[in-house]
């Protein structure tokens, strides 16, 4: 059984960098034809996907984000991360990383989030 | 990007009600359509793919048709398990993108 669980500070001061992990257990991140990808949820509102990267390295971002992220896989520690830089308050929200097949572009499993607060 | 709207926003309903939501889609998606169901401080749970296709473990009582632009997920008797926020996602193109979602609570 495949399982995600996401780390990181769950609180950000405006203008910084936000940096989150996501922990694989179950199956390797880089297997192939599958995405890995962040996803995240304002609280109290909708879902909004992030980015995806594929297990060959190809990375495909939200524009509304793309000039503020980074997505990276560290195969070494089974890990995805998450960077999300000049960060304001509009990016509070839970942070949930999740994985799909290649083809299957429905996001499962997803890990349980992680709150990340930006606040001075 | 595709827009995804979803109606209605909330819904109030009782236990062996039957619940239809529906969800649109700004452009043709074909069958690429999933619906999610989100508990509060819980992860959305996929409950259906490709318009139609129940996800393992899911209740039969669920059951989701469409295609293009025009969407449903049923819910044919509302169990008390079943009251959450339910989320419709393209999943055609880049930007994968939700619906606003439909909450479903009690009557």
């Known amino acids: 059984q495949v399982q995600l669980q996401e780390s990181g500070p769950g609180l950000v001061k405006p203008s910084e960098t936000l940096s989150l992990t996501c922990t694989v257990s179950?199956?390797?991140?880089?297997?192939?034809?599958?995405?890995s990808a962040w996803i995240r949820q304002p609280p109290g509102k909708g879902l909004e996907w992030i980015g995806s990267i594929y297990y060959s390295g190809n990375i495909y971002f939200n524009p509304s984000l793309k000039s503020r992220v980074t997505i990276s896989v560290d195969t070494s520690k089974n890990q995805l991360s998450l960077t999300l830089t000049s960060v304001t308050a509009a990016d509070t929200a839970v942070y949930f990383c999740?994985?799909?097949?290649?083809?299957?572009?429905?996001?499962?499993?997803w890990g349980q989030g992680t709150l990340v607060t930006v606040s001075s | 990007d595709t827009q995804m709207t979803q109606s209605p926003s909330s819904v109030s309903a009782s236990v062996g009600d039957i619940v239809n939501i529906t969800c649109r889609a700004s452009q043709g998606i074909s069958r690429w359509l999933a619906w999610y169901q989100q508990k509060p401080g819980s992860a959305p749970k996929l409950l259906i793919y490709?318009?139609?296709t129940l996800q393992s473990g899911v209740p039969s009582r669920f059951s989701g048709s469409g295609s293009g632009t025009d969407f449903t997920l049923t819910i044919s008797s509302l169990q008390p398990e079943d009251f959450a926020t339910y989320y419709c996602q393209q999943a055609n193109s880049f930007p994968f993108t939700f619906g606003p979602g439909t909450k479903v609570d009690f009557k």
């Open positions: 179950g199956d390797s991140i880089s297997r192939s034809n599958y995405y």
């Open positions: 490709s318009a139609s």
């Open positions: 999740a994985r799909y097949a290649s083809g299957k572009n429905w996001f499962d499993p």
